[in-house]
């Protein structure tokens, strides 16, 4: 692994692991000006919020719900790209979960585009 993807997969373990801790004031220092965020819904093609705080502000209010317990699959990252494959669950019975991945991109250390997918 080179020097560029051993610093994207720190980073894009540390944004990953606000949303398992619920520590949503982890994200502060990730997010980088001009971010690009596109959401997992609405269906088809979900939200797109642009700029740092418009994708600051939606990802700390995932974070901090702490009825939303996510964990990782596998984070994998290569040059300025990561990928995180995860899981979501909302409520105790099997309708309430879904599977997911985030693919994002790294630029001066800090994250610059979030595309989130979910299977359906």
């Not at 990252?77 to 994002?104: C, F, H, K, Y």
Request: hydrophobic share 35%.
């Amino acid at each position: 692994m080179n020097a560029d993807s051993k610093t994207t997969r720190e980073i894009v373990s540390r944004f990953h692991d606000a949303f398992e801790k619920h520590r949503p004031e982890d994200l502060d220092d990730l997010i980088g000006e001009g971010c690009v965020l596109e959401n997992t819904a609405p269906a088809p093609d979900g939200a797109r919020y642009e700029g740092r705080k418009a994708c600051l502000d939606f990802w700390k209010g995932i974070a901090s719900s702490t009825n939303l317990i996510f964990q990782a699959e596998e984070i994998w990252a290569s040059e300025d790209r990561g990928i995180i494959r995860w899981r979501l669950r909302w409520g105790e019975s099997e309708a309430d979960r879904v599977r997911g991945v985030n693919i994002m991109r790294i630029r001066n250390g800090k994250i610059v585009e979030g595309l989130g997918y979910v299977k359906g």
